[in-house]
């Protein structure tokens, strides 16, 4: 469709003059690169679905307020459903000289349905976009969320899989800590929860009917704003009708749009960051990781790369999608009221983040669902005693002496480790010893990896009974 509407465009297929917006005050048709710089139809055609909704929800009031009969409204409604099946069939034909999908379908319907004529009583095109854009928004975050949940349920199912693996952690990118590598993959499920419970705050805000709105300043009609609210579950949680307060704010509002873009942007910066543990941890040089041939591709020189692209596009796609938010903050900045059409350049910004992170979560969920884990070359990595000089501090600590003199002393030790040649779990008692007395026989248990996790049993802590834990209840709260 967008492509054969490309292809009249380069054509410089004139445009015919039969706009129903036109009619009346003008006396011809708009020129041919007015309406092609002017059309919307190549992008937001895909609001088709919700334009129907809102237009049937508005005829089922313009009947009860009196402005349709009962025969005028069942035309209009077989009217519309019929246009929306010859769309969903591909059998529909747009016509950029409408500019946009809410004429291309009402001038259809009253080509084919006379009444049609009365359907835009007491609604413009800038509530009524409004209106589209928020219903479509509403069912979009819904989806994300699902998508989000998924990518969770894979981040538990590859920790669970793997739940005796342990890691190094990193600060610094530089090893720190031991920890359980369910514990690395959950820290993303919380990243992954604030994203959804933005989205859920996002979607209140959404989720309040705009119609009613006219041009800027309503109607003169008794419209029932309640009833098409109430048709189009524009509810909160307790069931009470959401309409939008001010005429003049519900047509030039795009504060929703704003807040979804972030919430998206958000998320991606999320996602590019488990996207870039992903790609260091299947390097060679960490080796912890082994994507499926299925979602990796190959050199097309180098035989014997496996590349993790979806993990790289995954990070790239973030700048677009912060790119898209910072285009609909510059869209909105200065503009006066009330609708003018630099809204319309809303649409592209806004579909393309929802798609962008729409798929690169479920990409990056596939992938993990996908992913296999090397557990000897992470034992190998976090058998690292100098991971657990940490707690070897803790132990003198232990043992009554002030912090700061502890780590004083443990550094001294890892330096006569260094100095040696050996690791540290590999220094004598007597060595211990030459650097304070305080290190009784027991030191050198410290450095028992799994008697170490056992110990870290705090709230949030890497432990081994802690992290347990926290995966039945991320896999209870996720299924
Ligand atoms: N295509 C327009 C948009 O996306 C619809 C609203 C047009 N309103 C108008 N007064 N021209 O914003």
Redesign the pocket.
């Known amino acids: 469709m967008r492509a054969a509407l490309i292809c009249a465009k380069k054509r410089g297929v004139s445009i015919k003059s039969s706009t129903v917006s036109r009619s009346g005050r003008f006396a011809g048709g708009p020129a041919a690169e007015t309406a092609q710089f002017t059309e919307?139809i190549s992008f937001?055609w895909r609001l088709w679905q919700h334009d129907l909704q809102g237009s049937l929800a508005h005829a089922t009031m313009l009947r009860k307020i009196g402005v349709l009969t009962g025969a005028e409204l069942a035309a209009i409604t077989r009217g519309l459903k019929q246009i929306g099946r010859e769309i969903a069939a591909g059998k529909f034909q747009w016509k950029p000289e409408l500019?946009?999908v809410?004429m291309n379908i009402e001038s259809e319907l009253t080509r084919r349905v006379p009444a049609g004529a009365k359907l835009h009583t007491g609604r413009s095109?800038?509530d009524q976009?409004a209106l589209d854009v928020r219903l479509w928004l509403r069912g979009e975050i819904i989806a994300l969320l699902g998508d989000i949940a998924g990518l969770q349920r894979a981040l538990v199912a590859l920790g669970e899989r793997n739940a005796d693996v342990i890691i190094p952690g990193y600060t610094h990118l530089q090893r720190a800590q031991p920890v359980y590598l369910a514990h690395h993959l959950l820290a993303y499920v919380e990243m992954l929860e604030r994203d959804c419970e933005r989205l859920w705050d996002c979607h209140s805000r959404v989720n309040v009917c705009p119609l009613g709105s006219g041009a800027i300043a309503g109607s003169t009609l008794p419209l029932d704003r309640t009833l098409v609210a109430r048709l189009l579950g524009f509810l909160d949680a307790n069931g009470k009708v959401q309409l939008t307060q001010n005429s003049m704010d519900a047509v030039s509002d795009r504060d929703f749009m704003i807040e979804f873009a972030a919430a998206a942007a958000l998320l991606a910066v999320h996602l590019s960051r488990l996207a870039e543990d992903v790609i260091l941890w299947v390097s060679a040089e960490f080796n912890y990781l082994k994507l499926a041939d299925a979602y990796t591709t190959g050199s097309s020189l180098m035989p014997q790369k496996k590349n993790p692209d979806i993990a790289e596009l995954a990070r790239g796609k973030t700048g677009r999608v912060v790119g898209n938010l910072m285009s609909l903050l510059m869209l909105l900045k200065g503009l006066p009221m009330t609708?003018n059409?630099d809204?319309?350049e809303d649409?592209e910004r806004l579909f393309d983040t929802a798609d962008t992170v729409r798929a690169t979560t479920r990409l990056m969920a596939a992938m993990l669902r996908h992913t296999t884990v090397n557990a000897a070359a992470c034992a190998r990595a976090a058998s690292d005693p100098a991971l657990l000089a940490t707690d070897l501090a803790d132990y003198l600590v232990g043992k009554g002496m002030p912090f700061r003199q502890a780590h004083h002393l443990v550094g001294a030790v890892v330096a006569r480790a260094e100095a040696t040649g050996k690791p540290l779990n590999q220094l004598t008692l007597a060595e211990l010893q030459s650097v304070d007395p305080a290190f009784g026989r027991d030191a050198l248990g410290v450095f028992d990896l799994q008697r170490a996790m056992a110990k870290r049993n705090l709230t949030g802590a890497p432990g081994t009974k802690e992290v347990a834990t926290q995966l039945a209840r991320w896999r209870g709260q996720l299924s």
Do not use: A, G, I
């Open positions: 919307s937001d500019e946009d809410h095109r800038n976009v609708y059409r809204l319309q649409k």
